[in-house]
Structures are given as C-alpha cells and as structure tokens.
C-alpha cells in the first residue's frame, strides 16, 4: 500500500510536474507498528511570543503552540459540513484514498462520522482495469488512459475507459457537486500509530486522489466532445477547474502545486474544446463568464508564509523537545558529521532555541515579502538571491569540532542547518505560479478569440483589435512585461509568452524542448 504523506507526495510530485518541492517528510500508516516514545529531555527554553512561536495559541498541555491545531484552526474558520467540498469528495473516495485508511479524527475533524470500508466509492482506472478479467498489460492501461486525457474519444476506440467512466457514474457526481462548494478543508491528522506526531508526518492521500479524480473528468469529458455533448463537456471540464482550484486552498505546497497540476490539465482540455467547438457568440460568452465565477486561486505567498513557515517552526521546536533530530527531517541526505552531531539530544540541549526561531521567522519574513513582489523578473531574481544566501548556508566548512566553540557557535550551526534544509525552492514553486497564470490568461485571449471567429469567420490580423469588445484588455506576457507573440495563420492562429526562461523560443513548448506557452488553434472542419 502506498502511504502519502506530505513530504513522500512531495517526491512523487515533483517527479511528475517537474518541481522540487520543500519541506515535508515520511510518515508511517495507522496499521504500523506503534513507534516508541524518544527519552525525555529537560523542556527547553522557548519564548512564546511574535518573533519566537509565530503563533501564541492554542498551547499543547506541555505549554508549547500545537502548530497542527494552528493551521486547522486557520484553514477551518467559516468552513461547514455544509460549503466544505472534502466532505463530498471523501464520500466519493471512500474512507481510505489511494489506498491508505483515513483515522477516525480525520472524519470528526470535518465535522461526519467515519465513513464505512465498504460502498460505491471512486476506483482509479489504472487499480480498476487491472483487475479485470483478461486486463491488458499495465502499459497499456497507462496508454489508454493517457491518451483517453487528451483528445476526443469513442466507446470503441476505448471501451475499457468508456466500461470504467459508467462504473464510476455516481462517485463522479458527487465530485461535480463537491466542486459547486466554496471551501476545501482537508484536517491535517497524523496516523493513529503517530497521533501526535508532527506536521512532516501529516498524511496526505486524498491529494493524490483528487489527481485521479481529475483524470476521471478529463477522460470523460473528451469522450463527451466525441459523442458531440458539447454541454455535458464543458461542465465536466468546469469541474475539473474548479476542483484545482478548490484542493489549492489547503496550506501545504503539496496542495497548492495538485492544485495547480489540476487546473493544468483543466487548461488542457478547454484549449481541446475550442479547437473541436464551434457554438455562438452567445453560448462562447456564457462559457467564458462561468471561468470568472471559478473560485480565486491561492497565492503561493500564502502557502510559504504560513504553511512553511509553521512547518519549519513545529520541527524546530520537535527537535528542541527531543521528539525528532535533523536526520529525520532529511531523509536521503548525503552523510554530513555536523548534522549528525547536531542530531545529539545533548547538543540540541545547549542551543539558544529562541535565537533559532527568531532567525527562521526573519527568513520566512524575507521569503514572504518577495513572493508578494508583483513585477516578475524582479520577484525572480529577488528569490534566485534568497536562494543563493541559503545555498552558502549549507556550503559552510563548519565541522563538528566548531561546536566546542560554545552555545554562540552551536546556536548558529544549528539555525543555519534548519534553514538549509527546510526552506522551499522557491524558486521552481515560483514558475509554477507564473505558468498557471499565464495559463489563465492565455485561455481568457482564446475565448475573446473564438467570440471574434464566431462574428467574422476568420481570426484577427491582431490581439488588439479585440479590446475592449471582446476582451476589456489584450494580457501581456506574465513574465516579461511584453505583448505577446501573436501570428495569424492558413487554418487558425498562433499566439505565445516567453515562459519562465524570458527567453523567445520562437513558440516551441516544453514539449519541443523549451520554455514557450504556445496556444495554437486550428478551426476543426467538423466543429461541432
């Protein structure tokens, strides 16, 4: 069984989009075996104030901050049984998402009782096709379903998907209407083996899951563009939207970037069906407006203001307490004798624990004010510096010898190394924010786009002919400032950014090699 948590998910992730994620660990299931309890050390001295805890409440019965508490306090405010949309996803679900039993906290949490093991519950294709009887290969059920995501599709071209897309009808319509919610919140809840584990062991399955639901979305959106029920599409493709949009709200960075992998693919298939569509002006208008009716999009801001920064806080203080050392926060290291010499219980004794959290908070301070830039090429190259300070952190030549040097030289070693080795890439989470907004952007210029085709027949000889009619502003490239690279073509139209990169591809994509986000559109002679 595959156990997510939000620092294994976070491996997973990065592999799949291309990011590095931060700081979140391994974790364990609630049917491993119980760990045994660390020895006890002396409380540490910790301040509870602004520049130390962050936080000042709620406090665990030993008098340090329940960070677990602080972030489901924050993220729970408003939300009810009733406008959270996990508690309809998790109907959808099932108890336990992608494999891995969800505690009965989790579901007191969110405000239900425990869900049963058993039930009409949502099932992956690739676990469901290959329990099948005669199932193909997995290959091919990774084929099928890949190829299922990405352009229309009838029942006999994939009758397994079309077999699977029916046996998931009504876990799918609880998604939909899941999506139709404003809120999203997920309980962070350790495993019942862990209960009071810390917030790199949080698991975090139902983020997994949602990927697969989306994927679900997408596939039958296409084989609804196929069957020519343009509608049914578009509402699924919403959907898919909406739920990146939703699952983003969470506060970790996991949720924010499956969030954003989401709405990716949601971009995906809307591009797919203006290319395959050809409805009126007045239904194209009707579609473009329900796009500003999505819920608003996290900042990633937000998500290293907070969510890091209370991660980064909760470790210090676990590894203050001797309930955790820096080689479990950093699992897969390279040996470094001064972490594991700071990993001692008798060092972590001898360190200025306030010095420590004051020195974190100013980092997340500095990090937190530069996400909120709002040029991007000085956003970048403010976090490239930040990134490049942290980096000589790490590179330091301090070995285990400097900590005779006194409390001074330890208290220093041991601020450098957390920082080192929890502070995001901040970097890769920031192109990924600047690609889904450009994304949206290009997405909104497409439909102004179609609006024209659909009044002319043709396509502009320039974006700005379109304003203010059809779209109140012509974007500008997200990541350079510029108008975009535009071209009208034979059978369509051309536009493109620069990318992350900032530099002109001449409207090759990742996909070719490079770093454009290029939207081609070729009218479809049987647009439908």
């Not at 006999?156 to 319509?173: C, D, G, H, S, T």
Request: aromatic fraction near 8%.
């Amino acid at each position: 069984m595959t156990i997510i948590t939000s620092r294994r998910f976070a491996v997973v992730l990065a592999t799949a989009i291309g990011l590095v994620l931060s700081s979140w660990c391994l974790g364990q299931n609630d049917k491993a075996e119980k760990a045994k309890p660390k020895a006890l050390a002396p409380p540490p001295k910790i301040t509870i104030s602004k520049e130390t805890t962050w936080a000042i409440e709620p406090r665990r019965d030993d008098g340090f901050i329940d960070y677990l508490e602080v972030l489901n306090r924050r993220y729970s405010k408003d939300v009810t049984v009733e406008n959270n949309a996990c508690v309809l996803l998790y109907q959808a679900m099932g108890p336990s998402p992608d494999g891995t039993r969800m505690s009965d906290r989790f579901f007191r949490r969110m405000g239900i009782e425990r869900l049963p093991d058993e039930g009409q519950y949502f099932q992956s294709f690739r676990k469901w096709a290959a329990s099948q009887d005669n199932a193909p290969p997995i290959n091919q059920i990774n084929d099928m379903e890949y190829r299922a995501d990405e352009r229309p599709w009838k029942a006999a071209e994939f009758p397994l998907v079309a077999a699977w897309l029916k046996e998931n009808e009504i876990p799918l319509l609880l998604v939909v209407a899941a999506t139709e919610r404003p809120r999203y919140f997920s309980p962070l809840v350790n495993a019942d083996a862990n209960p009071d584990g810390g917030l790199i062991e949080v698991m975090l399955p139902g983020v997994q899951e949602s990927r697969a639901l989306a994927r679900a979305l997408a596939a039958r959106a296409m084989w609804e563009l196929a069957e020519g029920s343009q509608f049914d599409a578009w509402r699924d493709l919403m959907a898919m939207h909406r739920l990146g949009r939703l699952v983003g709200q969470g506060p970790t960075l996991i949720e924010f970037l499956t969030g954003v992998a989401i709405e990716s693919m949601a971009f995906q298939g809307e591009f797919r069906f203006l290319a395959e569509t050809k409805p009126t002006a007045k239904l194209m208008t009707l579609y473009r407006k329900q796009l500003d009716h999505l819920p608003a999009r996290a900042l990633i801001a937000d998500k290293l203001d907070v969510g890091e920064r209370i991660c980064f806080l909760d470790c210090a203080h676990r590894v203050a307490r001797n309930q955790m050392t820096l080689n479990e926060i950093f699992v897969g290291r390279e040996d470094n004798p001064l972490i594991d010499k700071l990993s001692e219980g008798v060092i972590a004794r001898m360190v200025d624990w306030d010095e420590v959290l004051k020195s974190g908070n100013q980092w997340f301070d500095r990090l937190a004010e530069i996400s909120r830039m709002p040029d991007f090429l000085a956003r970048t190259a403010a976090m490239t510096k930040l990134e490049e300070d942290v980096k000589k952190l790490s590179e330091q030549k301090r070995g285990p010898l400097a900590l005779l040097d006194g409390k001074p030289t330890i208290t220093q070693a041991m601020s450098d190394t957390l920082i080192s080795l929890q502070l995001p890439s901040v970097t890769q989470v920031h192109g990924a924010e600047g690609r889904v907004i450009q994304r949206m952007r290009n997405l909104e210029l497409a439909f102004a786009m179609a609006i024209w085709r659909s009044e002319h027949d043709s396509y502009p000889e320039s974006l700005d002919i379109l304003a203010p009619k059809y779209i109140a502003e012509v974007p500008k490239d997200h990541f350079n400032g510029q108008p975009l690279k535009y071209e009208r073509t034979d059978t369509g139209y051309r536009f493109y950014s620069v990318g992350k990169n900032g530099k002109d591809d001449e409207g090759r994509s990742y996909d070719e090699g490079a770093d454009d986000l290029v939207v081609r559109m070729a009218v479809a002679k049987d647009a439908k």
